[in-house]
């Protein structure tokens, strides 16, 4: 099987600009979840979608949102960039069928706001 | 809301020994899921070994175990026989079910020749 696929996985905006991610999960996986990784605040989840719902949000700003669609391919999008949203941006999907649910994660998005 | 505090941001051990990394947590729930996840410098997240809380005996993969010391809330991680492509940043990483990772703040191990 493929493994998760993130794409871009380098991109460079200004600030104020928006910018969306993508990322597809393993084929058979529905669930999909982002994590934001600086060197200053580590990683952090910003949200789950499984059968294209929210079921889980972490504490970001509306700025962030998600959305996923009918074959469990997923995006994020950042609105009104700041310098503080360069960062590492990780995605990873799973299969959501058992009681804790292994992340399998792709190789991430490199955002830089200049 | 739960905690994973890892003390040690970097470590170093030479090619061949035995290196441990610790990781402590702090959670309500009396059933959750641990995990120790690699990082290289690809940056790719590679699972290297979790441990149900509700398990008594140690996980062990390969050259990978841990210590769960529940009562405690420790994780720790030991290493043998490192190897240079063991050089890498470890997460320790929590969840009480679900999808949803805390993860402590790193160990950066860099392996010696």
């Known amino acids: 099987k493929a493994g998760v696929t993130q794409t871009p996985r380098y991109l460079i905006k200004t600030r104020g600009q928006q910018v969306t991610l993508s990322c597809s999960p393993i084929s058979g996986h529905r669930s999909v979840s982002w994590y934001q990784q600086t060197p200053g605040q580590g990683l952090q989840f910003l949200f789950e979608?499984?059968?294209?719902?929210?079921?889980n949000k972490g504490n970001f700003p509306g700025r962030f949102s998600g959305r996923q669609f009918s074959n469990s391919r997923s995006e994020m999008n950042v609105s009104t960039l700041e310098l503080g949203d360069s960062a590492l941006y990780l995605c990873?999907?799973?299969?959501?069928?058992?009681?804790?649910?292994?992340?399998?994660f792709g190789p991430g998005t490199r955002l830089t706001v200049l | 809301a739960q905690t994973v505090t890892q003390s040690q941001p970097e470590m170093s051990v030479q090619e061949a020994e035995t290196v441990t990394l610790s990781c402590t947590y702090d959670?309500?729930?009396?059933?959750?899921?641990l995990f120790w996840y690699k990082q290289p410098p690809s940056r790719q997240m590679i699972l290297v070994i979790r441990q149900e809380a509700y398990k008594q005996q140690n996980a062990t993969e390969n050259r990978f175990s841990v210590n769960f010391q529940k009562a405690a809330k420790s994780f720790s991680l030991k290493i043998s026989d490192s190897q240079l492509g063991d050089t890498a940043m470890y997460f320790c990483a929590f969840t009480p079910g679900g999808s949803r990772l805390t993860f402590g703040e790193g160990t950066q191990l860099t392996v010696n020749p």
């Open positions: 990873a999907s799973s299969s959501a069928r058992s009681s804790y649910n292994e992340q399998f």
């Open positions: 959670t309500s729930e009396s059933n959750y899921y």
């Open positions: 979608y499984f059968s294209e719902t929210q079921r």
